[in-house]
Each structure stands twice: as structure tokens, then as C-alpha cells.
């Protein structure tokens, strides 16, 4: 079972920024897909950022394109999210997730449901 350890998060001004880390135990290139996630209180999580392996390509919420880069590093195992010109909206518990289960629909990309091994989550917030 993959292990998932996020960091990198915090209290951040309006117009700021973050990047957020998340730490795998195994090899990143395991894992056909790999997502940020975030979840703000009385809300459902949903998907903001995700990576396919099978061609490196990477999807971006609506609300964050533009904003925010997810990248990764290999030979760390490591996955970032780089948060630029953060604002409230963007307050919530941060997570990173993964699966090595395929799937062929983009939008599947953003559901929870398509991860298997998650993150423990880490607290953006952003004041005003």
C-alpha cells in the first residue's frame, strides 16, 4: 500500500502562494495517475490537479487553470502543487491521492472514487 504524506500548507494572504508536497513511499511511475485534491468545510472534495502517466499530460480544475501547477519529481517521489495568486475561495484541506487502476475518461480524473491511496491532507487558508 502506497503511502501518501502531504505538506507545505498554511495561512497565506490573498495573492499569495503555496506549494504543496506530497511524499510517496513507492515509485511515482507505479501509479497511472496521480491528483491534488481539496476539501473546503460543508463541501465535497473535488479534484483541482492531475497527472497521467501514460503520457505525462496534466489537467487542471477550471478554478485553478492558470493558477496553480502540479509537477513532480521522480527520483524523489515527490509530487508539488504550486499555488499562485491564492484567494479565500481557495481555502481548504489539501490532498493527494493516487491509483494504478487505468482510466480512459478525462473527467474521471477529478472523482475521488477513481483513487485508491490517499494522503492524510494538509490546511490551506487563505485570508482576505
Known amino acids: 500500500q502506497l503511502q501518501l504524506v502531504e505538506s507545505g500548507g498554511g495561512l497565506v494572504q490573498s495573492g499569495g502562494s503555496l506549494r504543496l508536497s506530497c511524499a510517496a513511499s513507492?515509485?511515482?511511475?507505479?501509479?497511472?495517475?496521480i491528483g491534488w485534491f481539496r476539501q473546503a468545510p460543508g463541501k465535497e472534495r473535488e479534484g483541482v490537479s492531475w497527472?497521467?502517466?501514460?503520457?505525462?499530460?496534466?489537467f487542471y480544475a477550471d478554478s485553478v487553470k492558470g493558477r496553480f501547477t502540479i509537477s513532480r519529481d521522480n527520483a524523489k517521489n515527490t509530487v508539488y502543487l504550486q499555488m499562485n495568486s491564492l484567494i479565500p475561495e481557495d481555502t481548504a484541506v489539501y490532498y493527494c491521492?493516487?491509483?494504478?487502476?487505468?482510466?480512459?475518461?478525462?473527467?474521471?480524473?477529478?472523482?475521488?472514487?477513481?483513487?485508491?491511496?490517499w494522503g492524510q491532507g494538509t490546511q490551506v487558508t487563505v485570508s482576505s
Open positions: 513507492g515509485g511515482l511511475l507505479d501509479y497511472v495517475a
Open positions: 491521492a493516487a491509483t494504478r487502476h487505468t482510466f480512459y475518461n478525462i473527467n474521471r480524473g477529478y472523482r475521488p472514487s477513481s483513487y485508491d491511496n
Open positions: 497527472w497521467r502517466r501514460s503520457d505525462g499530460s496534466t
